[in-house]
C-alpha cells in the first residue's frame, strides 16, 4: 500500500480560534440580519441562529434568523465588523474579554 | 477462378513490385482531397496491403490550396517523414497548376492524373516528362449531385479515374472503401467511381 | 503479409485513444479542447451522446479545470480521463503536481505539440519535457497501435496497489493523432477483464469524512510521502514489464515494454529516441545495415521513469551512440541525453553525441538520421543540431 497524504480527521477538528487577537462581538441591538457578514466570512465561522431569543432594533426584525459568531473558527480578521452596514460589529481585544 | 486469382496476384505484385509507393494529392479545401487519400488507403488495405494516409496541415480554410499523402507497402510502413518523391500525383482542382508546382519531386515517368476535360492540359509543357492522365471529374460529381454545382465534391470520382490507370488498387476496393467511408450519398459516389472508370484517358 | 483474422480498422491516432478510453471502460471525462487533441475530446463526447459510451462527459472552461474535474471524479473512485496538448498542459501545471502527490491514477492523452512563442502547432516534446518532473508517469508512443494500447496498459499501471499514479499517454501532433493507419482494435470484453474493476483505497466517504493534501510541517511525514511516490515510481519499471507480458498474451500483441531495442543485438552505433521519429528511424538503421554497417536503435517507450537499468543494458558494448532530443529545454544538453548520461555515468564511457531535431514539427527525415549515424560513427559528441539554421 502507497503512502498518501489523507487524514482520517475533518479539517473541523482543526480549532482556530488561538490564531484570534481580537473578536467580533455583535450588538443584536443594531443588528438588521441583513446577514451580509455570513456571505462575506472567509472562514464560513459565522452562522444562523433559529429562534433564539436575541435583543433587535425593532419589533420587526424580532422573528427572523439572526446572525452568529463560531468562536472556534473565528481567526478575527475583522471583515464582518468592516462590511456590517450597520457598525453593529465591534472588534474587541481578545485580552480585555 | 482460381487461375484468374492467381494472374490478378501476380498482376499486383507487378505494379507494387518490393517497393513503397507514394501518393500526394493535391486540392482545394472542401473538395475531398484529405478523404480520398484515407478511401485509398483502405482499398489497398483491404487488398492485404499496409498503408498511411495523412493530410499536410496549414491554416485550412475552403477554397485554400491543401495536400494529402497515402503511402501503400507489402511490409508495414515506418517511414513517417513527408513524401518528397511520390510515384503519383493526383489533381483534383486543374486551376493549382498555375499556383503552385504541382509535379514538384514527382519521379520521372511517375503518373499524374488530372480532373480536367482532355485539351485543358495539353498546352503544358512541364507534364511532358511524366504519364499523365485526365478524367473530368468535375463533370461526374455534378452530373451525380455530388456537393453543390459551385462546390462539386469529386474525390471518389478521381479514385475511380486512378484505380483504373494507375493498377495499384482495384476498382471493387475503391468502391468497397467509398461505401465504408461516404458520410451520405453512397450510390452516387459509386456511380461516380464507376463512371470515372470508365471515362478516364491516358494522354 | 499482415493477419487477416483480426479485428483491424483504418484510424487516427486520435480516434484510437479515444476508442481505447471506451474498452477500458473510463466512466468520467473531462477535458478542454486544443488542437491537436481536438478530435479525440470531440468522438468520446460523441461517443456519450450516442450512448456508445456509457461515461458522464463535462466541457470546462479551461485546463486548469478539466485537470481538476478529474481529480475530483477519480477522488469519488470513478475511473476518469481527460487529454490536452501544448499550452493546455502548461496551464494545468499546478494541478498535475496535485494529482500525483494525491495518488490518484488518472490517465491523460497527450498530442505532443510544441510552445509558443511564436505560436506553431506542430509536433515536439516540450510540452510534456516541461512537466516531467511532477510525478507523472510518462510514455511515448511510436504508432496509432501504440496510442490505443497504451491507454489500456495504461490503466492496469496507473491503478495498481502499490504503484497509483497517473500516467501521460503521448502521441505525436499530426503524424499520428491525423494518420490513418490500421490498427488492431482489442476485444472489448477482455480489455475490461485485463484492466479489472478500479477499487481506489481512500476515496471519498462521506460516512467516514478524511482530509486530503492539508497542511504539513516539515517533520510529518512530507519527506517520506515525497520518497514513497519515488518508490512506487521506480517499482513501475518492472511493474510494466510484467504488464507488457500479461498484455501480449492476452491479446495475442507485441508489445515492446518499457524501452525497444530494434537491431541492437550486435550494433557498434546506435540512436535512442523518443516517439514516432523513432519508426522512420528504423527504416533507416534497416538500409544502413543492408550497407554493412552495424547499426542499431533503442527507442524510450517508458520515458518516466526513466528505465536506467534496460538502457544501460542495451548501451553496454557499443562504440558510440546519440541521443534525439525533440524539445527545446536549456539545461546544459538535452533533456534525454541528460537522463541517459547520467544513468550510465561511471557504468559505461561511451563517446555520445546529443542530436537537437525536428523542434515545432519540421521533418526529420531519412537523411536527417543518416546524417545523425555518420557524425556518431565519426565519433562526434556534444549537442549537435540536425537540419536547422539561418538559410
Known amino acids: 500500500m502507497v503512502l498518501v497524504p489523507t487524514a482520517y480527521a475533518p479539517s ?27 456571505k462575506f466570512c472567509p472562514d464560513v465561522a459565522i452562522g444562523v441562529t433559529f429562534g433564539e431569543k436575541l435583543d433587535y432594533p425593532n419589533e420587526r426584525f424580532s422573528k427572523l434568523e439572526a446572525p452568529f459568531i463560531n468562536y472556534d473558527y473565528c481567526k478575527g480578521c ?7 452596514p450597520f457598525d453593529a460589529i465591534d472588534m474587541v481585544q481578545e485580552s480585555e474579554m | 477462378m482460381i487461375i484468374l486469382v492467381i494472374y490478378l496476384s501476380i498482376f499486383s505484385i507487378s505494379c507494387l513490385g518490393n517497393r513503397m509507393y507514394e501518393i500526394r494529392f493535391h486540392g482545394r479545401g472542401g473538395q475531398g482531397a484529405v478523404t480520398a487519400s484515407k ?66 519531386g514527382l519521379k520521372e515517368n511517375g503518373l499524374i492524373l488530372i480532373n480536367s476535360k ?23 460529381a455534378v452530373r451525380n449531385k455530388l456537393g453543390d454545382p459551385a462546390h462539386p465534391i469529386v474525390n471518389t470520382a478521381i479514385l475511380g479515374a486512378y484505380a483504373k490507370v494507375s493498377g495499384i488498387v482495384k476498382l471493387e476496393s475503391i468502391i468497397d472503401a467509398t461505401k465504408e467511408l461516404s458520410p451520405s450519398k453512397i450510390n452516387e459516389n459509386i456511380n461516380a467511381v464507376k463512371e470515372a472508370y470508365e471515362e478516364v484517358e491516358v494522354i | 503479409m499482415r493477419a487477416i483474422n483480426k479485428n483491424w480498422s483504418i484510424m487516427t491516432g486520435n480516434e484510437a485513444v479515444a476508442l481505447a478510453t471506451k474498452l477500458a471502460g473510463v466512466k468520467f471525462v473531462s477535458a478542454y479542447p486544443i488542437t491537436p487533441q481536438t478530435a479525440i475530446v470531440e468522438k468520446i463526447a460523441e461517443m456519450v451522446a450516442n450512448e456508445k459510451m456509457d ?15 478529474v481529480m475530483g471524479s477519480e477522488l469519488a473512485g470513478v475511473r476518469s480521463f481527460t487529454a490536452s496538448s501544448s499550452h493546455g498542459i502548461l496551464y494545468m501545471h499546478e494541478m498535475l503536481n496535485w494529482v500525483a502527490g494525491m495518488r490518484l491514477p488518472i490517465l491523460m492523452a497527450v498530442v505532443n505539440r510544441s510552445i509558443g512563442p511564436p505560436w506553431n502547432i506542430w509536433a515536439d516534446h516540450s510540452d510534456t519535457m516541461t512537466q516531467r518532473d511532477t510525478g507523472w508517469m510518462q510514455l511515448y508512443g511510436e504508432s496509432n497501435q501504440e496510442a490505443m494500447d497504451t491507454i489500456i496498459l495504461g490503466y492496469k499501471l496507473a491503478e495498481n496497489k502499490d504503484i497509483l499514479l497517473p500516467i501521460m499517454v503521448m502521441q505525436d501532433a499530426f503524424t499520428l493523432s491525423h494518420t490513418s493507419e490500421p490498427v488492431e482494435i482489442r476485444d472489448e470484453e477482455k480489455v475490461r477483464e485485463f484492466v479489472g474493476e478500479f477499487n481506489l483505497p481512500f476515496k471519498i466517504d462521506i460516512n467516514k469524512p478524511m482530509g486530503y493534501g492539508s497542511l504539513m510541517p516539515p517533520d510529518g511525514p512530507f519527506m517520506e510521502l515525497k520518497m514513497d511516490m519515488k518508490k512506487s515510481m521506480y517499482s513501475g519499471v518492472n511493474k510494466f514489464i510484467e ?39 528504423k527504416h533507416v538503421v534497416r538500409n544502413l545495415r543492408n550497407q554493412g554497417k552495424k547499426v542499431g536503435l533503442l527507442r524510450i517507450l517508458l520515458y518516466r521513469p526513466f528505465p536506467k537499468d534496460l538502457v544501460i543494458n542495451y548501451l553496454r558494448g557499443l562504440k558510440g551512440f546519440g541521443v534525439v532530443d525533440r524539445s527545446s529545454t536549456y539545461g546544459p544538453f538535452g533533456s534525454l541525453y541528460m537522463d541517459v548520461i547520467s544513468s550510465i555515468y561511471g557504468k559505461l564511457d561511451i563517446p555520445a553525441a546529443n542530436f537537437i531535431a525536428g523542434l515545432g514539427g519540421r521533418d526529420v527525415r531519412v537523411v536527417d538520421f543518416e546524417e545523425m549515424f555518420m557524425r556518431i560513427m565519426e565519433g562526434e559528441d556534444g549537442e549537435i543540431w540536425i537540419n536547422a539554421g539561418v538559410k
Not at chain 2, 485550412?60 to 513527408?82: H, M, S, Y
Not at chain 3, 461515461?55 to 474535474?69: Q, R, T, Y
Request: hydrophobic residues 40%; charged residues 25%; aromatic residues 10%.
Open chain 1, 12 to 38: 473541523s477538528n482543526n480549532k482556530t480560534s488561538s490564531w484570534r487577537t481580537t473578536r467580533p462581538v455583535i450588538d443584536y441591538s443594531k443588528c438588521t440580519r441583513c446577514m451580509i457578514c455570513w
Open chain 1, 78 to 84: 475583522g471583515i464582518c465588523a468592516s462590511e456590517c
Open chain 3, 243 to 281: 504488464i507488457t507480458k500479461e498484455f501480449n498474451e492476452t491479446f495475442d500483441a507485441n508489445f515492446p515494454g518499457p524501452v525497444e531495442g530494434f537491431m541492437m543485438d550486435d550494433a557498434d552505433y546506435a540512436l535512442i529516441t523518443l516517439g514516432s521519429i523513432s519508426s522512420t528511424a
Open chain 2, 39 to 104: 478511401i485509398l488507403a483502405t482499398a489497398a488495405f483491404k487488398e492485404g496491403k499496409w498503408v498511411t494516409s495523412f493530410p499536410f496541415y496549414g491554416t485550412e480554410r475552403r477554397g485554400a490550396p491543401v495536400a494529402a499523402f497515402t503511402r501503400i507497402d507489402n511490409n508495414k510502413v515506418e517511414l513517417r517523414t513527408q513524401i518528397y518523391n511520390p510515384d503519383s500525383v493526383i489533381l483534383l482542382d486543374k486551376s493549382l497548376m498555375n499556383i503552385i508546382n504541382v509535379t514538384d
Open chain 3, 55 to 69: 461515461a458522464k462527459f463535462i466541457e470546462v472552461e479551461s485546463e486548469h479545470s478539466a485537470m481538476a474535474s
Open chain 2, 118 to 140: 482532355k485539351n485543358d492540359v495539353l498546352s503544358h509543357p512541364e507534364l511532358k516528362k511524366f504519364k499523365v492522365a485526365v478524367v473530368d471529374a468535375t463533370s461526374i
